[in-house]
């Protein structure tokens, strides 16, 4: 199958989509693939395997500096150009990567200062990965020197259709080079020194700074570390991260790749502002693991999956990473089923990926990772694990209508990695109140009622959704207190959680009763923040409790929906309502019970009008239903049959079989409804 052709160079700007990969591959399905850690016969089998498994992508090379590059400036290819072939040979595509997140330790050995240095002034060292210093001048040219070459060898091989630069992102460093680099960001932000102390408030603890060359990266410190100072530093990391990103890309365009070109995110990671990464990937590209012990996770999961639609605009994203049975790295290391990882990996696909990949192809023999599971376990193919892995390659080559279609919402949720971090800083009212957690409390209710979300950045137009959930926007920039303005007023409902609108883009708390910029908005005023006793405090008005975090509040021109019942806000109201025309903004002025929160968010979904996106699944507990398109996706992950109604005529593309008005979906399995028609694409696959 030819690569599906590109302009021989790529337009500045203009980002390739994933469907230059799919349109002719189909829905993307396989893993890492590390041949470096295998003999040249392993490789054979590996290929022949691949195939059977329906595995039509593979990512290769991402830990493959060392190989590539045995001594500085020598290049050993022969091997690579063999893989690649064989790959080709066999239909497998790959995502090449570049080799930049572990290099060689003679790096390290003869240039020490490409080595990241942690916040205790201790230099890393080589040994496992991850050992370079963003800022390197030295590090960075030698990963851009291997990433020009492999550009220039394989730009143009027929099996590459994709790259991957680095791998997951996240480096910190606080060495010398990350001093003067950070120092030029901040230099570029503020424009003079005064500019810098006026942001970083340094009247405060005499901490004001007569010139840039006295400021450094937030080091250990006696005490406390000035909280803007943290903030800045967290936005220069992730800046270097993706200044490191960029000029690969960039070079990997200049050598004349024509694919898309990406690399891989990681969820709600906390040291890069993937909102300001999602504009330099082609693609958006995730790598999820989570932990599938916890009742809870496919919810989380699904938020993350919903969080990469938002990345990318709605556009379809990849699973690039997953786990296909245990981590090596979780205390708590519960076996996973292959049928639990059939559902987890078409949750994905529900929720807009195109493409399922795994860490990794085959089980390492050697190596940190030695126990972490594989498509291709220790065991061999003749295990469970891995006819679960020929199972899903058929699942997914029958999935063909599912490309390139988006999953309609009508509600938005609203998260920023800025408001986050500043959240978190040391020496807030509670170290209990986590945004993590708040977001995960809020989506969870609408995931169990089957409500679709799209994860929105604040400032994002809302004309498109009913209802906005906003669960803590602690830095809530002026355009996204428009946006909120604008949607109340048309008559969209808000619900909007505690310390929100507490602090400017400097993390400076706001004059005034707060939520500053949205109290009229909301019609509640607040004047305290307070952190809530262990045990929480019951709500009068509602049947609930409030815990970890409450707020004093006057009710402006809202209605009192519960109040606090016991202590220091006895009497305050704790939840309110504003109506807005059609619409009403809900605020919940502290941490509530599940239950209390399950309140507010069914009145507004009510008042809304948003229902499930699947109506005959609503209430099934161990069901999550989706519509991606016209398709309809249900995932049992109960142990009991149980029947949907599903109104009209629909064909099952998992099975072929076509059904009407009710499907009934046994226990831990799956369906996927394609509206009954006479020409069904079912891109059907034969499993060898
Ligand atoms: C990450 C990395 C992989 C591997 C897996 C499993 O996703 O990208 O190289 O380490 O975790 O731990």
Redesign the pocket.
Known sequence: MPPTSFPSAVPDGARPPLAAVTADLGLLYGG?YNPEQWAPSVWREDARLMRAAGVNLVTVG??SWARIEPEPGVRDFAWLDEVLDLLHAHGIAVDLATPTASPPPWLGVEHPETLPVDRDGVRLVAGSRNQFAPSSRRYRAAALAIARDLAARYATHPAVRMWHVG??YGQVDHGPEAEREFRCWLRERYGTIDGLNEAWGTAFWSQRYRSFDDVVPPRRMPYLVNPTQSLDFRRFTSDELLACYREQHAALREAGVTTPVTT?F?GFFPLADYWSWADAVDVVAD?Q?PDHADPRSPADAALVQDLMRGLGGGAPWLLL?Q?VGA???REHNLPKSPERMRLDSLQAVARGADGVCF??WRASAAGA?RF?SAMLPHAGADTAAHRGVQRLGGDLARLRPVLGTRVPARTALLFDWESWWAAQEPGRITERLHTLDQVRAYYRPLWDRGVAVDVVRPGAPLGAYDLVVVPQAYLLPDDAARELRAAAERGACLVVGPMTGVADRNAHVLPGRFPVALADVLGVSGEEWVALPDGGVPLAGAVGVAHVHGELLRADDATVVARFAEGHLAGAPAITRRDHGAGAAWYVGAVVDEATLEGVLDDALALADVAAAVPGAAGLADVEAVQRGDLVFLLNRGGQGVRVALPGAWTDLLTGRDVADVVDLPPNDAAVLCPAGPTQETGDHEVH
């Open positions: 890492d991402v830990w791998n997951e891989n990681m790598d693991y990473e786990a981590t090596s790295w860490f990794q990772e972490h």
